[in-house]
């Protein structure tokens, strides 16, 4: 009797799942994707903007992961993977834009960090001091990166940069989010005895990179990667640490979509999850006309707080920890100019902003200068990302004041005035899993606490990067399916 799936979500997770269960369990395989939504994609889009196609979800990917290169090979897709131009990054700080300075793990310094042109006299000072301050760390322990870093530091250091950075992965604040989760390396230098912050992100930097998380352009979700100003690996002879797809990350998702040759249903929401004797039962639709669909494994490929409820019933360890991971809400904003309107625009791959400046967005990415595709046609294209947990309400007005904000801020930033030739505005409401203290130890307990025939796939497990969706994924099928084929 051939086997029967589910996967709940058809954004990136969900639909890597499916494929990979098409070719694990064959042709006669049913397999049955459910999104709430009407379209494929999650929180990854790809929109005409000029007539071309333009991310205004994640961006990129990270290179040095094997994920997505592989799965772009296996799909036929490998000749549309791009890289980077080489354009540096830039930071907007005390009023000033300058530099991402080198030498930084996601914006802790190491010992060959260069903060001068960030920093001020006694923010450098700070930093110069924080090797020789007592330390006291707790091995296996968990806290919130902006306040080590406040108490080794001092304000400017998780203002200026960390904050910055981390914001732009996680659309949230260095103040909130787990060291752990965030830049594991770092804690594990700490765990290992280092004697100072400054000496575990130089043992960090030497050894394994910090977790996959997705930059302002490499995440699952609005914006991501120009962020840590590397692209181009250190030590690697010119190896792209970032790459992208042409034509979009559309490209990708129907390429998935079809190979998967699964059945999928759009606009079509599971609201109940049921154990029964030969596996499970998911319940669909609307309350009044309920349809019931059993199946013999499932898929969560949806939020953490939408698995949590759908886990309630059959799993409550887990959903109780599934339910404590927060959302944050942000928009992109992506606009297309003609190249003598943009002519003032830095030749940077984009543009992080500090806490405190007196601008709406959190960070511009200069596609055209980043991506050379996106500029062959002679427009310039750019993309702003407004939005951290916490400022939803912000976030609550119309489209044409959320362009007509960040004009104003690159009126300021770069003296562009002129009207744009095309503009996308996208929301993304609950688009970024907050990384949190104890993070590790809540998907933990949720992995640990699902039954057979069941998992959960997505951003909130193991990094918020498209490879680390890829790799939960892909993960989860290939345990279903050696179970279902073993008890078949």
Known sequence: ???RVAVVGAGISGLAAAHRFRTLLGPDAEIVVLEQRDRVGGVLRTVELAGMPFDVGAEAFLARRPEVPALLRELGLDTLQTHPTGAAASVRAGGR???LPPGTLLGVPTSAARLDGLLSTAGMAAVAAEPGLPLSWEPGSDVALGGLLRARFGDELPDRLADPLLGGVYAGRVDALGLRATIPALAAALDGGATSLTAAADTASRGTPA?????????????????????????TSGTPVFGAVRGGYRVLLDALREAAAADVRLGTTARELHRTSS???????PTTSPELLDVDAV?????????AKLLAGVAPGAAAAAGEVEL????????????????????????????????????????????????????????ASLGRFGEAASLQVDDAELVARVRKDLAALAGITAEPVDVHVQRWGGGLPQYGVHHLDRMRAVEDGLPGGLAVVGAALHGV?????????RGAAERLAVSLTTVG
């Open 328 to 383: 944050a809400s942000s928009v992109v904003v992506g606009l297309a100019y003609r190249a003598a309107d943009a002519a003032l625009l830095p030749p940077t791959s984009g543009l992080l902003i500090a806490t405190g400046e007196p601008l709406a967005a959190k960070a511009f990415t200069h596609s055209s200068n980043k991506w050379a595709h996106l500029g062959a046609d002679g427009t310039v294209r750019l993309r």
């Open 279 to 285: 596996g499970w039962q998911l319940v669909l639709g």
């Open 1 to 3: 009797m051939s086997a």
């Open 97 to 99: 834009t300058g530099p």
């Open 211 to 235: 977790r996959e998380s997705g930059s302002p352009s490499a995440r699952v979700g609005p914006d991501t990667r120009a962020s840590r100003g590397e692209e181009v690996a250190p030590g």
């Open 465 to 473: 990067g498209v490879p680390a969706c890829v790799a939960t994924a």
């Open 299 to 307: 898929v969560l490929a949806v939020p953490a707080p939408a698995a």
